[in-house]
Nanobody
Framework: QVELVESGGGLVQAGGSLRLSCAAS????????AGWYRQAPGKQRDLAAA???????NYADSVKGRFTISRDNAKNTVYLQMNSLKPEDTAVYYC??????????????WGPGAQVTVSS
């Protein structure tokens, strides 16, 4: 079994910061690529940030300069540092990763989501 669980969400005032963590568990060989998606009520789920196996990153224009995605391969964990938060950042944030397990199977895995609410 391979699973992802997000943590670190919550309520924060505009201008504040949060750090989300996405921890993979199970018989993990490595995380290939990973991304953070977000979905506000009544809207589509959109990619906010992505990271490749080599550490390359890509950001949506709406978060560029404020969010930073990173990874710790030894801990099988992906992070999203969120600074200068705005009310429009309010959403459920989902971690997604392509994971190779110990039996060499590939899994496209989603976490259950973490709520981030930014008050004005």
């Amino acid at each position: 079994q391979v699973e992802l669980v997000e943590s670190g969400g919550g309520l924060v005032q505009a201008g504040g910061s949060l750090r989300l963590s996405c921890a993979a568990s199970g018989n993990i060989l490595r995380i290939n690529s990973a991304g953070w998606y977000r979905q506000a009520p009544g809207k589509q789920r959109d990619l906010a940030a992505a990271i490749t196996s080599g550490g390359g990153t890509n950001y949506a224009d709406s978060v560029k300069g404020r969010f930073t995605i990173s990874r710790d391969n030894a801990k099988n964990t992906v992070y999203l540092q969120m600074n200068s938060l705005k009310p429009e950042d309010t959403a459920v944030y989902y971690c997604n990763a392509v994971i190779r397990d110990g039996k060499y199977d590939l899994h496209d895995v989603w976490g259950p989501g973490a709520q981030v609410t930014v008050s004005s």
